[in-house]
């Protein structure tokens, strides 16, 4: 995740990407098109080189601070805050190929009766229309690209992503330790998930286009 960055001076761009995304919010929950926030990180595998000690009275937990590097997986989160749903997917890289197929799954798996996904997401470089291109034929491309409205945050603007919401807590509850291999992974992020999923937590957003232009009045170009 990223920190907070905002440009220290008046930028149109940034003002303008930010207000479609805090506009988007706004909107009236549409069962028929969803809000759906996506984002990605990754999480190095590491093993434990000699066996942690559990907590025992009058001691908290130990581990040795050496540990067994196992690579990293890519985890792509796509969370729809208005209706308490999200989901993570593993995957061994980040490459446009692997985004295509996670959008994919989105449209026809997890949304298939909306008529169209409205889609936030930041400007990496694999986040784009053109990844559908690369992973599949053109019909196949733009059938999946007609079922997504697509809203991207400004650029270090991805605090503007309700994604990341989800990650912090996900950080928090499940990947602030070691994990040694992609099926551990798998397992733990799937269990977690499940939780949040099952008590529908919903995430909400109070940041509006009103008070982005009082209270960040000095990204605004001025005009006489």
């Known amino acids: 995740m990223q920190r907070w960055v905002i440009p220290p001076e008046a930028d149109a761009a940034f003002a303008a990407a930010m207000e479609d995304i805090v506009s988007v919010y706004a909107r009236p929950v549409d069962p028929a098109r969803p809000l ?6 990754g999480k190095e595998l590491q093993a434990h080189t000699r066996p942690p000690q559990p907590v025992a009275p009058s001691r908290a937990a ?7 590097r196992h690579g990293s997986r890519n985890l792509f989160l796509a969370c729809a805050p208005h209706l308490g749903w999200r989901q993570i997917i593993v ?10 197929e996670a959008l994919r799954d989105l ?3 997890q949304f298939p009766q909306a008529e169209q996904i409205v889609l936030v997401l ?7 229309p053109a990844a559908l291109y690369q992973a599949f034929p053109p019909a196949e491309a ?32 499940c990947l602030d330790r070691r ?14 998930v499940a939780a949040r999923n099952a008590e529908r937590l919903t995430l909400s957003w109070h940041f509006t286009k009103e008070a982005a232009r009082q209270r960040l009045h000095w990204l605004y170009p001025c005009h006489e």
Not at 91 to 98: F, K, L
Not at 158 to 167: G, K, P, T
Not at 179 to 192: G, H, K, M, R
């Open 36 to 41: 759906v926030c996506f984002d990605e990180a």
């Open 62 to 68: 130990r581990q040795d601070s050496e540990y067994a």
């Open 91 to 100: 995957t061994a890289r980040r490459t446009a190929i692997d985004f295509a």
């Open 107 to 109: 449209v026809d798996a």
């Open 122 to 128: 930041d400007h990496l470089n694999t986040h784009t």
């Open 142 to 173: 733009w059938r999946i690209l007609e079922r997504i409205e697509w809203h991207y945050t400004p650029t270090h603007g991805s605090w503007l992503n309700m994604a990341e919401l989800e990650w912090s807590v996900l950080a928090r509850q």
């Open 179 to 192: 994990i040694p291999d992609q099926a551990t992974l798998e397992t733990e992020v799937a269990a977690w």
